[in-house]
């Protein structure tokens, strides 16, 4: 799998989540107190965009209906056995870097 320029540091502030594409999947980028995460941006619930919705202590938060996700394993807050998936991400120079499936980079 290999790592793809997604957004600059400075774009994403702390304690915030931004969606970005690759290809034409979505991820969600998740800043949490400094340290960046990346999730499937599809909420499984009912295909919300999770890359737009807000940041709550370790969890992004469905802007459609509210339902939780740890930005780091991608876990369910009320059932950790319900999940979306989770990526590497790194930063290099000021750049995100997140780690794709091969078909969709």
Known sequence: MPFVKVASVSELQPDC?????????????????????ALSGICPHRGGPLGQGEISGNYVICPW???????????NDMDPNRKVAAYEVKSE???ILLNVPSSHA
């Open 93 to 95: 120079g000021g750049e």
């Open 65 to 75: 209906h509210a339902w939780h996700w740890n930005c780091a394993s991608g876990e």
């Open 17 to 37: 989540v931004m969606e970005v594409s690759v290809g034409q999947t979505p991820y969600a980028l998740c800043n949490v107190g400094g340290r960046i995460t």
